[in-house]
Each structure stands twice: as C-alpha cells, then as structure tokens.
T-cell receptor
C-alpha cells in the first residue's frame, strides 16, 4: 500500500542552524501539507502546497520557513535559523480527492 | 475560526471495558470529521470519518456519529483490547476553506490486561 515517508525520523540541531525535513508524498497525489505538533499540544497546520506553489499558510509559517518540491518526488520543509520553540514533531501529508495521508513524522529537537 | 476540542487524557481502561472519547467542534462551513490514531512510533492513521450530519463512521469496532445539533463526533468502542493502546486525534476539514485539517490535542489511551 502506498504511504508517505519522512526522513529523518529524529533530527537534533543547535539553535540558529538550518534544518531541512524531507518527505516523499504518495506518487499520484497533487496536494501536500506540513503540520507540526509541539509536545503535549495540538497538531497545527503550517502550509499547503499545490501546483508548485504555496496555496495556504498559517501564522506559524513565517519567513524562517520555506517549502520546496525540488525534483517531483520530494517535498521539503526548511527552517532557516532554528529556535528552541521549533522543537516539535513535524508531519507531512499528501492528499487524494478524498482524504489526507500522513507520514510518520520527524521529531526535531533544537538545543 | 474552525477548531476541535477533545477530551483530555490520559485514559486507562481494562481490557473489554467500554470506551468513549469526547470530541466537539466549531466550524463555519460544513466540515468532514475524522478520527486518527497514532500507535507508538508510527504516523497518523485514519481510523474513521464522516462527511455529513448523521453519518456514522466505523472501523475496527470503533464508531463515531456526526451530530450537527450538538456539534460532536464522539469516538466509542464497546470492548477495548490491549492493541487499541494509542493516541487518538479528532479532526475536521472544511474543504471549502482550503482543505487543511484542524486537530484536537489527542487523547492517550492505555488498555491494561
């Protein structure tokens, strides 16, 4: 069964460093998403992506975040200069006409 | 704006006990409602969904009914098993508002033998 994959499963980085979280969506899906979950809090929408551009973004998705689909299979989330409060689980999702499919998540720890 | 309020956890039950996890929502349109489950170390898996009022979603013995009058989508199971131990997330998606999902905080369920 097709599934969304994410790498790495756990990333530890120092404050101020850039990180890139990678996702491989299901191959025939056209809509892609990033969500995050700070420990003990809600899963929060960050951004949606369609037709090679951002279609919607939340207030959380400020200038330090960017997304890219560099090669037609990967979908990446970049955080330019990480802060302690960026520590969270980051989920990628892709969507067919009926539902979203979520990846297993990347746990980002900023020290 | 749209939001989901979910019963606080953690919940600990004995095997074969009844489960109810409460979920209420606020939405401006006509959302679809979902329950996702996250087993330890895994991603979010769709458990069940309902797309309109009075629909009942069901899967693996779990059920939830879309109640527009009470804006609720409570998750129920008559007899839980140890293998049901996981975190359960209620979510809504108002497809007229961009397809994004709004999640509750999650309820951790532990079933003990």
């Amino acid at each position: 069964e097709p599934e969304v994959t994410q790498t790495p499963s756990h990333q530890v980085t120092q404050m101020g460093q850039e990180v890139i979280l990678r996702c491989v969506p299901i191959s025939n899906h056209l809509y892609f998403y990033w969500y995050r979950q700070i420990l003990g809090q809600k899963v929060e929408f960050l951004v949606s992506f369609y037709n090679n551009e951002i279609s919607e973004k939340s207030e959380i998705f400020d200038d330090q975040f960017s997304v890219e689909r560099p090669d037609g299979s990967n979908f990446t989330l970049k955080i330019r200069s990480t802060k302690l409060e960026d520590s969270a689980m980051y989920f990628c999702a892709s969507k067919d006409p009926y539902e979203q499919y979520f990846g297993p998540g990347t746990r980002l720890t900023v020290t | 704006g749209d939001s989901v309020t979910q019963m606080e956890g953690p919940v600990t039950l004995s095997e074969e006990a009844c489960l109810t996890i409460n979920c209420t929502y606020t939405a401006t349109g006509y959302p679809s409602l979902f329950w996702y489950v996250q087993y330890p170390g895994e991603g979010l898996q769709l458990l069940l969904k309902a797309t309109k009022a009075d629909d009942k979603g069901s899967n693996k013995g779990f059920e939830a009914t879309y109640r527009k009058e009470t804006t609720s989508f409570h998750l129920e199971k008559g007899s839980v098993q140890v293998s049901d131990s996981a975190v359960y997330f209620c979510a809504l998606s108002d497809f007229g508002a961009g397809n994004q999902f709004y999640f509750g905080t999650g309820t951790s369920l532990t079933v003990i033998p």
